[in-house]
């Protein structure tokens, strides 16, 4: 069955450094789709990164990056330069493809950062 | 130009009561996914409309949830006799086509749905 792990609960950064949050997955679809969301205390879903399973180059948007190992099954998030603002709940999602007949979403049980000054 | 709209915005009920959950998805997004997130919880997948037809209901927990989308736009989430169980916050998410790629979701604020 298709599974997102997520197995930091929650992390500490200190401001201006630099955090990777943990995501592995599991499919049997060539085809899928791998993103990240933000949930800050106020509740709403903020997109923040997407990466193709045949995308040969991580994604990057800004302060995010995506590191892809498609062999390890893994996507982790890295965000750099961290910043008082980024304190949240990530969640790491996948999107299963064509060769499954859906496009719907399962989700990780999230990671809270704490960003600290 | 506007986001995902979701109403109400709270709702309090009584166990066995019906409710409705209205979402307005962002215009020309074809597809919409209603999830349920308990506290502590990432979002947890219900149903999912490509234009106005159900096209994965897999996640729907039993018969007393419904979700209709008769125009493509507009959806409405129905929960029959309610249970306390079913307290969480509903929301709703539209994106263009997903067989086009990225299209990532937009999400709305959601629904609180608490169950006396």
């Known amino acids: 069955a298709q599974k997102i792990t997520q197995t930091q609960p929650g992390m500490f950064v200190q401001e201006k450094e630099a955090v990777t949050l943990d995501c592995t997955y599991d499919?049997?679809?060539?085809?899928?789709?791998l993103f990240w969301y933000k949930q800050p205390s106020s509740g709403e879903m903020i997109f923040l990164i997407y990466?193709?399973?045949?995308?040969?180059q991580n994604a990057t948007e800004g302060r995010y990056s995506l590191n892809f190992q498609k062999a390890r099954k893994s996507a982790n998030l890295v965000i750099s330069a961290s910043q008082l603002g980024d304190s949240a709940m990530y969640f790491c999602?996948?999107?299963?493809?064509?060769?499954?007949?859906?496009?719907?979403?399962?989700f990780g049980t999230g990671t809270r950062l704490k960003v600290l000054a | 130009g506007a986001g995902v709209s979701q109403t109400p915005s709270n709702k309090v009920t009584e166990k066995g009561k019906y409710v409705e959950l209205r979402c307005d998805p962002i215009?020309?997004?074809?597809?919409l996914y209603w999830y349920r997130q308990s506290l502590g919880q990432g979002p947890e997948f219900l149903i999912y409309?490509?234009?106005?037809?159900?096209?994965?209901d897999s996640g729907l927990p039993n018969d007393r949830f419904f979700a209709v989308r008769p125009e493509g736009s507009v959806s409405t989430l129905k929960i029959q006799r309610t249970e306390r169980g079913d307290s969480a916050v509903y929301l709703c998410?539209?994106?263009?086509?997903?067989?086009?790629?990225?299209?990532?979701?937009?999400f709305g604020p959601g629904t609180r749905l608490t169950v006396l």
């Open positions: 998410a539209s994106s263009l086509n997903p067989a086009g790629g990225g299209n990532e979701q937009f």
């Open positions: 499919t049997s679809d060539q085809s899928y789709g």
């Open positions: 990466q193709g399973s045949y995308d040969e």
């Open positions: 999602a996948m999107r299963e493809g064509r060769g499954s007949g859906t496009y719907k979403y399962i």
């Open positions: 215009s020309g997004h074809t597809a």
């Open positions: 409309f490509q234009g106005t037809g159900a096209a994965d």
